[in-house]
């Protein structure tokens, strides 16, 4: 991810740095909150986080209980993929935040969407929205009623933004 963010920044002229948005699904979206403590987040627009995990000890714990093992010991674990951690505490992240939960994931269970929300201190960022997609599941929310209107609303006021600071409108 950090590596197609810098060909975006530094090698392709016709990208527009200001309007450069990153989109993660499950693993994809803790790959995205990790460009959140990048050097590069200053370049980036917006994020959207669809159907993410908190971190991979949570979900592996989450996915084992419904095993006879009930366990798996953290030092087996070597990738963390703390978003949580990394969210609560991210410093001066001025950015845009759309988490996109679908309300059926079999997989991730929705409360992580929650909680990676709530840990996102929305002082700290433009514009944050959590969208619920109902029946949606872990694979096939951008199936669902209402998904891609959650894409347009959240497009529309990052792109509103855009022109109140060009007119110094706001203050961020």
Same mark, same amino acid.
């Not at 002229?13 to 693993?27: A, D, H, K, T, W």
């Not at 370049?43 to 959207?48: L, S, T």
């Not at 709530?118 to 929310?141: M, P, T, V, W």
């Given at each position: 991810?950090?590596?197609?963010?810098?060909? +975006?920044?530094? %090698?392709?002229?016709?990208?527009?740095?200001?309007?450069?948005?990153?989109?993660?699904?499950?693993?994809?979206?803790?790959?995205? %909150?990790?460009?959140?403590?990048? %050097?590069?987040?200053?370049?980036?627009?917006?994020?959207?986080?669809?159907?993410?995990?908190?971190?991979?000890?949570?979900?592996?714990?989450?996915?084992?209980?419904?095993?006879? !093992?009930?366990?798996?010991?953290?030092?087996?674990?070597?990738?963390?993929?703390?978003?949580?951690?990394?969210?609560?505490?991210?410093?001066?992240?001025?950015?845009?935040?759309?988490?996109?939960?679908?309300?059926?994931?079999?997989?991730?269970?929705?409360?992580?969407?929650?909680? !990676?929300?709530?840990?996102?201190?929305?002082?700290?960022?433009?514009?944050?929205?959590?969208?619920?997609?109902?029946?949606?599941?872990?694979?096939?929310?951008?199936?669902?009623?209402?998904?891609?209107?959650?894409?347009?609303?959240?497009?529309?006021?990052?792109?509103?933004?855009?022109?109140?600071?060009?007119?110094?409108? +706001?203050?961020?």
């Amino acid at each position: 991810a950090r590596a197609g963010i810098h060909y +975006l920044l530094n %090698i392709n002229p016709e990208i527009n740095n200001s309007q450069i948005y990153v989109f993660g699904r499950s693993l994809g979206g803790a790959v995205a %909150i990790d460009l959140l403590t990048s %050097i590069y987040v200053d370049n980036i627009r917006g994020f959207i986080i669809e159907n993410s995990f908190t971190s991979l000890p949570d979900i592996a714990q989450d996915l084992v209980k419904r095993t006879p !093992l009930k366990r798996i010991p953290n030092f087996l674990i070597t990738n963390r993929y703390n978003s949580l951690g990394k969210l609560a505490h991210s410093k001066k992240r001025c950015v845009n935040i759309l988490f996109i939960s679908g309300e059926a994931d079999e997989l991730i269970p929705p409360q992580m969407m929650q909680k !990676l929300f709530d840990a996102c201190n929305s002082e700290q960022h433009r514009y944050k929205h959590l969208a619920l997609i109902a029946n949606g599941g872990h694979n096939n929310s951008w199936l669902c009623d209402g998904y891609f209107e959650q894409f347009d609303n959240f497009l529309n006021k990052s792109a509103s933004q855009i022109v109140e600071e060009s007119f110094g409108i +706001l203050n961020a």
